[in-house]
């Protein structure tokens, strides 16, 4: 469905300064709209700034106690207290500790059900836009609470790392039930692409597949169980669900804060004596080490929002732009990455930098069966005459993603 240009622009930061940069686009049936130049972009530029129509943390994410802001996703914990955590050190002590700006004195929360929030403005927007459908009060620790047994259904289903969540879902039909003009907000949700499955290449999401079928039926009726409503009997109905569920599979773009990155790119950019930042870029790193041994790769307080004109762009694997968030909350930037012609279309990576550099054939293979479309970007089109035989490498460790796919979905049939 085309959207008004005003509706596509409405979520932005100075929406109005926004349209004169970049224009949305029908393209064609196969790819859709697109997001295009109006003027010259330069490289590192700031395209626009965007807040999401919802957002959500991920449940494990969430359930691992990486603290964030329950509407914003700002990350809660100082970047001390997350250093800690992270590395395991529990009487570690980070130097300039004032070049943490997390301010836990302005932390409320929700005097019903004690969730958090960095801040007032945060609890009463969230209040405003889907808290009060969603609050559990006194519930919020019972599991038979339907809400609760519908986490702990998407937590067995869908396992880290994490892509989505249910959530995001349940906010989309708490935002429509809070609306006072319940028409528009579903209107600004049906501009997102909710299809299935791509007929045209016999693609489906990998979560709608028959492997999964008695899990989505599951899945459909927590759901229904927990938020059904009149306004919206299409969303809860088995095909409904299924478009659902592939809208924030395809459309969600995910969300990383945290304060200890921003503890640390504060202490890169101090004016120290050569010896002091010597000392500083040392502990630096071997605090990363500890927390690579204690933690992993996962850092972040990580989530994911439907972002109203940022879905508007297409995919390449050679993309021209970026998203960011450089306010340590859900606040989107979108960056050039080069510089961008008038005219020109503005392309994102759907695909993370590790992904972007495998072969064509694994880059296929995750985009066909996250976001259901084959890539024709100029960096595939390039490879299409080369030889792109997938690497043993790479065939090893599809073969172990699909074996712990068959683990899951055995250990599903318990939920």
């Given at each position: 469905m085309a959207a008004p240009?005003?509706?596509?622009?409405?979520?932005?930061?100075?929406p109005g300064k926004v349209s004169t940069y970049v224009d949305v686009r029908f393209i064609n049936n196969v790819k859709g709209k697109g997001l295009f130049a109006k003027k010259s972009i330069k490289k590192g530029e700031?395209?626009?700034l965007e807040r999401p129509l919802v957002s959500a943390q991920f449940l494990w994410n969430a359930l691992y106690k990486y603290r964030a802001c329950e509407y914003c996703l700002r990350a809660l914990e100082t970047a001390e207290e997350n250093a800690r955590r992270l590395s395991g050190v529990p009487g570690l002590s980070l130097p300039h500790p004032e070049l943490c700006h997390v301010r836990p004195e302005l932390h409320q929360a929700c005097p019903h059900c004690q969730v958090m929030y960095c801040?007032?403005?945060c609890r009463q927007a969230a209040a405003d836009q889907y808290h009060r459908v969603l609050c559990l009060g006194s519930s919020q620790d019972d599991p038979d609470h339907p809400i609760n047994k519908l986490k702990d259904a998407w937590r067995s289903m869908h396992y880290p790392p994490e892509t989505s969540s249910i959530m995001l879902m349940a906010r989309m039909?708490?935002?429509v039930k809070q609306a006072k003009d319940k028409a528009h907000w579903q209107k600004l949700f049906s501009y997102f692409c909710s299809r299935t499955g791509n007929e045209e290449e016999e693609i489906a999401h990998k979560l709608l597949g028959d492997k999964f079928r008695g899990q989505l039926t599951l899945l459909q009726s927590f759901f229904k169980a927990a938020l059904h409503d009149d306004h919206l009997s299409g969303w809860f109905v088995p095909e409904g669900f299924r478009s659902l569920f592939a809208l924030v599979g395809t459309n969600g773009q995910g969300i990383g804060t945290s304060s200890l990155s921003r503890w640390v790119h504060a202490c890169d950019a101090l004016q120290l004596p050569?010896?002091?930042?010597?000392?500083l870029d040392s502990f630096i790193d071997q605090l990363y080490k500890d927390i690579e041994k204690e933690t992993g790769d996962f850092l972040n307080c990580e989530g994911s929002g439907l972002f109203l004109l940022q879905s508007s762009c297409n995919h390449s694997c050679i993309p021209n732009a970026e998203a960011s968030f450089p306010d340590n909350n859900f606040l989107l930037q979108l960056s050039a990455l080069s510089d961008i012609n008038p005219g020109e279309e503005i392309c994102i990576s759907y695909l993370d930098c590790c992904q972007r550099d495998r072969s064509r054939h694994s880059r296929h293979k995750v985009l066909r069966e996250n976001y259901l479309f084959v890539c024709s970007c100029p960096k595939c089109i390039s490879q299409m005459d080369e030889l792109d035989v997938t690497s043993d490498e790479e065939e090893e460790e599809e073969?172990?993603?699909e074996a712990e796919g068959d683990?899951?979905?055995?250990?599903?049939?318990?939920?």
């Open positions: 240009v005003d509706d596509m622009f409405s979520f932005c930061v100075d700031a395209i626009f801040s007032s403005e039909v708490a935002a050569a010896q002091q930042k010597e000392q073969a172990e993603g683990e899951m979905e055995d250990e599903m049939t318990d939920v």
